[in-house]
Structure formats: C-alpha cells, structure tokens
C-alpha cells in the first residue's frame, strides 16, 4: 500500500483547515466587520478551505501530471454551481411571487 502524505503534511493540513474554520466563526461572534465584509471573508476562507483540502487531503497536485484530476474536480465545481445558484434562483423567484 502506497503511503500519499507524510504525518507533516496532514498536521499542516489540519492546522490551516482549522485556523480557516475558527476565523469566520471569530468575525461573527465578534461582529467587528461590517456584515458585507464578514460574508466576503467568510466565503475567501471557504475557497481557501477548498484549496487546503484538495492539496493535503485529496492529495491533488496542481502539476501536468494530474490535469485529469483537476478538470474532474472543475467540472464538479461548475455542476455544483449551477445547481446551488439554479436552486436560489429558484427560491429567490418564488419568494418574490409569494410575498404579496
């Protein structure tokens, strides 16, 4: 069995994923942006998260070598926005039509 990651790499890892996870939670306890500054943090930190997942846990490289791998995880990203847009799209419009 092929070893993908050293303990150094998953340490590494955790760490970012979690100094990622406790500052958006830090903002909105803390309330010390303003709420539109808080969501573009927060969602900075959520793509950043994506990233240090992708790298120390999936073990996806950004090389020539593992380009089928990262068209697969763009086609994923793309099918995955257009249904969570399409599904707020939709929510949003049936809000409007509904609230009288």
Same mark, same amino acid.
């Given at each position: 069995m092929e070893s993908h990651g050293t303990r150094a790499n998953y340490i590494v890892g955790f760490v970012l994923a979690v100094?990622?996870?406790?500052?958006p939670f830090a903002l909105v306890a803390t309330q010390s942006l303003s709420r539109?500054?808080? !969501? +573009? %943090?927060?969602?900075?930190?959520a793509v950043l998260q994506i990233l240090v997942h992708l790298r120390?846990?999936?073990?996806?490289?950004f090389s020539r070598s593992a380009r089928e791998n990262l068209l697969a995880?763009?086609?994923?990203? !793309? +099918? %995955?926005?257009?249904?969570?847009?399409?599904s707020i799209w939709v929510m949003l419009d049936l809000h409007t039509r509904m609230a009288l």
């Open positions: 100094v990622l996870t406790a500052i539109t500054q808080t !969501v +573009l %943090v927060i969602a900075a930190a120390f846990f999936l073990h996806m490289s995880v763009a086609f994923t990203a !793309v +099918l %995955v926005f257009l249904m969570v847009g399409g």
